[in-house]
């Protein structure tokens, strides 16, 4: 008999190296670095999540003792790796080991769970150990196994935990409590159910607490993201929202998805319980989002783990075709080589990509091209020390200058690759909706001191110049001067900086600009 789970400890050892190979070569991307200013102060709730990235940073690089992109990186990663180990274990419970390694292979294929949340540090991170972990609960519960009610505990604190990473969470409940009121009203009778429940609500009440000191912005942000009244029909939202999908899950893995929803649709038999679960814990995140996306802008990733169930289903399926010794099929053996071929062509792509795919145009040089957000940041920090101390030498600029951005990015990256291993003050100034967390990190920063001079710095892929209001707050501010990046020889993007002098006054602690 084969010995599957040799084979996954072995994937998972050369999965983590590649994801650590990829967090070591790459540069934070927008979203990794401002969520990486979480870290920096930890609150009960943050603007737009919950806090439990913050407190998975601090862990991985010892309360920020170790502060580079890998240290920042890790804890994603070994949540990829506990993540593969679970996958396997529920693959095998519902069906066999076969089942498991299938699963093992067609997680580790998918961009989403590799790369997104299994590499990078975005708050999908931790939500999804926690969501796997409530799938592989909830296994063990509706089939009857040993220590039911442990597991109920158990479910309700996974399920509070997958929430504080991210809210997307309470799908669980809304697929495992639509399970019991359907198929398996039993479990209405125990009380460990309710305690369940009471655990995940005492666990997510900061989110609610630190909200009502707040004014409710992160509900009236989110609402403002994805509300329905009022907006029209944007098919091109939807199509980003269905394509991108696709892709994240990876078109392959997305192909056998359908296989084996269908195949199972025609089935004449009923559908095992933990079929009928994981349908109701992946398809109704999945059908939400699309009904969102025709009047919104949402992002791909934020259905993903809805379709860890689809993918633990597919495995089962393919598992049950199979003979006792017949190889991996085709298809999921085709999802790895894709996967690979993606990250063998598209990492060395992103710092050495002799081809500008952005924009041509010099005032908005590069933008379009995302793999600039992961790249030139550390060469422009040296040269901008540079540019600094030789005006700093000369009297341009008055010792102490700090640094001013309008929009949570660039200031995140600006934060981390600038200020940060310079010694220097950045201060976000806009609206909330436009500065975020910054309008915290501001309240705890000095504030800039009257007459003091400033830089005004933004990548040419990435909005323009300071606004009127913004330049009125100094005496003068000079013509902008520029930092080209170049990338295998190729001009891609220019960074812009202003010399902003003698700062009149006037910034309020947090920073934010009234509407």
């Known amino acids: 008999m084969m010995n599957f789970r040799r084979k996954v400890f072995l994937l998972i050892f050369l999965s983590t190296l590649l994801r650590c190979c990829i967090a070591i070569f790459l540069e934070f991307g927008n979203d990794e ?23 998975l940073i601090r862990l991985t690089t010892l309360n920020l003792h170790w502060q580079n992109e890998f240290f920042i990186r890790s804890g994603s990663i070994i949540c990829a790796g506990l993540n593969t180990w679970l996958v396997f274990l529920i693959g095998s419970r519902i069906k066999d ?89 039993d479990l209405l009778k125990t009380p ?32 403002n993201r994805i509300g329905f009244f009022g907006k029209r029909l944007d098919a091109d939202n939807f199509f980003q929202q269905f394509f991108g999908s696709i892709f994240y899950n990876n078109p392959v893995n997305f192909i056998l998805y359908i296989i084996a929803l269908i195949s199972m649709a025609r089935s004449k038999i009923n559908l095992p319980s933990y079929a009928r679960l994981y349908l109701l814990l992946g398809l109704p995140l999945i059908i939400v989002l699309l009904i969102m996306s025709l009047f919104n802008e949402t992002l791909p990733h934020w259905s993903g783990p809805a379709y860890i169930s689809i993918m633990l289903l597919t495995a089962a399926y393919f598992s049950a075709k199979q003979h006792a010794d017949a190889k991996t099929p085709p298809g999921i053996r085709i999802a790895v080589i894709l996967f690979f071929v993606i990250v063998v062509i598209g990492l060395p792509a992103v710092k050495w990509l002799p081809v500008q795919l952005g924009s041509k145009e010099q005032r908005i040089l590069g933008k379009g091209d995302v793999t600039l957000d992961m790249n030139g940041w550390e060469e422009f920090s040296e040269k901008f020390d540079s540019l600094y101390k030789a005006d700093e030498k000369i009297g341009l600029m008055k010792p102490h200058a700090f640094i001013i951005s309008d929009y949570w990015f660039p200031a995140a990256h600006l934060d981390y690759y600038v200020a940060k291993p310079w010694q220097l003050q950045i201060v976000a100034i806009g609206k909330l909706v436009d500065i975020h967390h910054f309008a915290w990190l501001n309240k705890l920063r000095p504030a800039p001191v009257k007459g003091s001079d400033a ?35 190729i001009h891609v993007r220019d960074f812009v900086i202003y010399r902003m002098h003698e700062y009149r006054g006037g910034i309020g602690g947090d920073g934010v600009e009234s509407e």
């Open 192 to 223: 460990y159910l309710y305690i369940a429940i009471i655990l995940t609500a005492i666990i997510i009440s900061p989110i609610f607490f630190w909200n009502l000191q707040n004014h409710f912005i992160t509900y009236s942000f989110h609402n």
């Open 33 to 55: 670095v401002y969520y990486w200013t979480y870290a920096l102060h930890l609150q009960w709730n943050y603007f737009d999540h919950p806090p439990m990235l913050a407190l």
């Open 97 to 185: 080991e076969r089942a498991g390694w299938y699963a093992t292979l067609l997680y580790t294929s998918s961009i989403y769970c590799s790369i997104i949340a299994g590499t990078f540090i975005l708050p999908d991170s931790p939500q999804l150990l926690f969501w796997v972990f409530s799938i592989y609960l909830m296994t063990a519960i509706i089939n009857g196994q040993p220590n039911k009610n442990r597991n109920l505990l158990l479910l309700g604190i996974s399920i509070g935990l997958c929430i504080m990473s991210k809210v997307h969470g309470i799908f669980l409940w809304v697929g495992f409590g639509s399970y019991i009121l359907f198929f398996q009203r």
């Open 455 to 489: 830089y005004f710095i933004y990548p040419s892929n990435y909005y323009g110049p300071p606004r009127t209001a913004l330049k009125n707050y100094f005496r003068q501010v000079d013509d902008s001067l520029l930092i080209p990046q170049l990338r295998s020889g």
